[in-house]
T-cell receptor
Framework: DSGVTQTPKHLITATGQRVTLRCSPR?????VYWYQQSLDQGLQFLIQ???????AKGNILERFSAQQFPDLHSELNLSSLELGDSALYFC??????????????FGPGTRLTVL | AQKVTQAQTEISVVEKEDVTLDCVYE???????LFWYKQPPSGELVFLIR??????QNEISGRYSWNFQKSTSSFNFTITASQVVDSAVYFC?????????????FGAGTRLFVKA
């Protein structure tokens, strides 16, 4: 158990809908990262937050947005869902962001199925 | 541009064989971090090792060892005396600093089958 929690574990929804994925980092970790894992794209970095601020951005679609709250949990919002958004979404956390970078610890993931 | 290449898509070995998973990376930065993660069939991603770009020391942890060579931009992973429980997908990853944060690129992964 990495200490990172993600809810829900599974999510099934329809095209055009909006969903919110939630992540709680390990105790003491200030950085949260979101990734998408799909068969055709592999593991793709979406976005990083550090202590509530966006710090790095990857291949995140405009239909997707994220935020990190004062209690450090994070939410990834996916809207106008398409079939191709079906994937496993991982959240990871690490201690710091900056010079002293540390490894990321991953949550169990949320499997999103768009029908 | 950042890139991580794991040329081996799948490897199949018999238990107790040694196996090396290759990882080649591209980066323009002089400071970067390399990682290996394991994804067993259950789906979670398990951290195995981190290497800083300025530390080329190789590392051994039990049956696992890593060979980092900046001259060839490679960070290879060797499992000695493989076991069935080593069957998983292994990912190599590269992180670079970006505007106060870190952007991480993962390789496509190498699926390792260890047969009894």
């Amino acid at each position: 158990d990495s200490g990172v929690t993600q809810t829900p574990k599974h999510l099934i929804t329809a095209t055009g809908q909006r969903v919110t994925l939630r992540c709680s980092p390990r105790s003491g970790d200030l950085s949260v990262y979101w990734y998408q894992q799909s068969l055709d794209q592999g593991l793709q970095f979406l976005i990083q937050y550090y202590n509530g601020e966006e710090r790095a951005k990857g291949n995140i679609l405009e239909r997707f947005s994220a935020q990190q709250f004062p209690d450090l949990h994070s939410e990834l919002n996916l809207s106008s869902l398409e079939l191709g958004d079906s994937a496993l979404y991982f959240c990871a956390s690490s201690v710091v962001s900056g010079i002293n970078y540390n490894e990321q610890f991953f949550g169990p993931g949320t499997r999103l199925t768009v029908l | 541009a950042q890139k991580v290449t794991q040329a081996q898509t799948e490897i199949s070995v018999v238990e107790k064989e040694d196996v090396t998973l290759d990882c080649v990376y591209e980066t323009r930065d002089t400071t970067y971090y390399l990682f290996w993660y394991k994804q067993p069939p259950s789906g979670e991603l398990v951290f195995l090792i981190r290497r800083n770009s300025f530390d080329e020391q190789n590392e051994i942890s039990g049956r696992y060892s890593w060979n980092f060579q900046k001259s060839t931009s490679s960070f290879n992973f060797t499992i000695t005396a493989s076991q069935v429980v080593d069957s998983a997908v292994y990912f190599c990853a590269l992180s670079e600093a970006e505007t106060g944060g870190f952007k991480t690129i993962f390789g496509a992964g190498t699926r390792l089958f260890v047969k009894a």
